[in-house]
């Protein structure tokens, strides 16, 4: 007996000493760096004009893993592209892109791309980037090659820009064509397709008042897992776009997710010059980040003006301004769309409160160098003191009139790539 109990107090003595010792991986003894890249992205295609297009695309939505901390899911958009704006086209390097998450690995300052989820239509068949037909979610845009041949357009087409990850490991996502909101299973088939003329569920008609390719940029979902929270990228050309010119009236729209219930919220943009918002992520159910951002390039010289903010923001106490007859141009206040309100006093006239909004961050102070990326597009709640940026980098090109060209950072000269920053905050967020 007594040999025997000197053989389990050994055994427990050694499981105590290996449990010590060994180091356990939590989300606290991560360490997160400054900035991590994706050091090595594949090849996506070879342009005529010899430029190499990067898979890459990776940045324009972001979700961290909520078990896994070193793990993180990015989304990209529909695909390379650049087009031209006086025949409203748009040419397509890869018409067979498949919009797509990629499940990346922080290790280090590099992120290890282990995994790719094709989002695919009901049947199984995968989406692609090309624009929708009308009544469908079009754009008005006209698909092109890269050769310059005519593309169709396609109610498979979708361009992806905002995500959520729901608790059993499924995906909503969001988009700039219809706008549509798609629920996603883990093998990125689709479960529900929801936008502003769907036969079953439906978002508000209003919102296919969309600025093309300004659509639903942002979407998160609650903590009590309940309710999806999107946002528009920039005011609805509603009734027009001459209607609205220096709106700074930007819709928040929230969805139930039991009971396809959505109400509205005014967010007020600092600026009608900006691209405006790029995502929006939770805090609580009623408190949110959003990343709000122009369009240029910083520069050491420039970096003072350069505007890429995140911003606290409440819906508590905002005016739901939703449309109970579910028209076409919205709810009218005083025989004007909210678009035209344009400005705070004008809301003020008309009993509206927009949701609060308070600074948080700022990508031209907050991060020891210089941020160098035009498209500052997902955003990660770390913990209270510590979020997370990427950066849409276009696959690498960039271009205009049907000519593609280098995406070559004005910062640093290099090539546009993904990456993550991890900026830590001043004043905790909870």
């Not at 990209?76 to 592209?81: A, E, F, H, I, L």
């Not at 008005?140 to 979708?158: A, H, M, R, W």
């Not at 999806?228 to 009734?239: A, C, E, R, S, T």
């Not at 990326?373 to 690498?396: C, M, P, Q, R, W």
Request: net charge neutral; hydrophobic share 40%.
């Amino acid at each position: 007996m007594k040999v025997k109990s000197m053989l389990v107090i050994i055994a427990v003595i050694s499981v105590i000493f290996s449990c010590s010792t060994e180091k356990v991986v939590t989300p606290e003894t991560i360490i997160y760096p400054a900035i991590a890249t994706d050091k090595r992205p594949k090849v996506l295609a070879t342009t005529p004009n010899g430029i190499t297009l990067n898979n890459g695309g990776y940045g324009s939505s972001m979700v961290q893993d909520p078990t896994d901390k070193a793990v993180f899911y990015l989304l990209t958009d529909r695909g390379p592209n650049v087009a031209e704006a006086a025949t409203n086209s748009i040419m397509i390097a890869t018409p067979d892109f498949v919009p797509q998450i990629g499940k990346f690995r922080l290790k280090g300052d590099s992120l290890t791309l282990e995994s790719v989820i094709l989002l695919k239509n009901s049947n199984g068949v995968n989406l692609n980037g090309l624009p929708n037909p009308v009544g469908a979610g079009a754009t008005g845009e006209n698909p092109f090659d890269i050769n310059n041949k005519p593309l169709s357009t396609s109610v498979d087409g979708l361009d992806s820009e905002g995500m959520a990850m729901a608790k059993d490991g499924s995906f909503w996502i969001s988009d700039e064509y219809g706008p549509h909101l798609i629920h996603f299973d883990k093998t990125g088939k689709t479960i529900e397709k929801i936008n502003p003329f769907t036969t079953g569920r439906k978002l508000p008609l209003v919102l296919a008042k969309r600025r093309p390719n300004r659509g639903m940029e942002g979407l998160t979902i609650t903590p009590d897992g309940k309710t999806l929270v999107g946002i528009m990228q920039f005011p609805l050309y509603n009734p027009s776009s001459a209607a609205v010119a220096n709106s700074l009236v930007i819709r928040i729209v929230t969805f139930d997710i039991a009971s396809g219930d959505t109400k509205q919220f005014v967010y007020m943009m600092d600026s009608p010059t900006l691209q405006a918002v790029s995502e929006i992520t939770a805090i609580d159910n009623n408190s949110f980040l959003v990343l709000e951002r122009d369009g240029l390039f910083a520069t050491d010289a420039n970096k003072a003006t350069v505007f890429k903010k995140v911003f606290k923001i409440s819906l508590t106490g905002a005016t739901d301004i939703s449309d109970a007859a579910n028209s076409a141009n919205g709810k009218l206040f005083g025989g004007k769309t909210v678009e035209e309100l344009k400005d705070a006093a004008t809301l003020t006239n008309n009993s509206i409160v927009p949701v609060t909004k308070t600074l948080i961050a700022d990508l031209m102070k907050d991060i020891p160098t210089l941020y160098p990326h035009d498209k500052a597009e997902g955003l990660v709640i770390i913990n209270s003191t510590t979020i997370a940026v990427s950066n849409d980098d276009d696959f690498g090109i960039t271009g205009a009139n049907k000519v593609y060209q280098k995406k070559i950072l004005a910062g640093n000269g290099k090539v546009d790539g993904n990456g993550i920053y991890f900026i830590k905050l001043t004043t905790p967020l909870f």
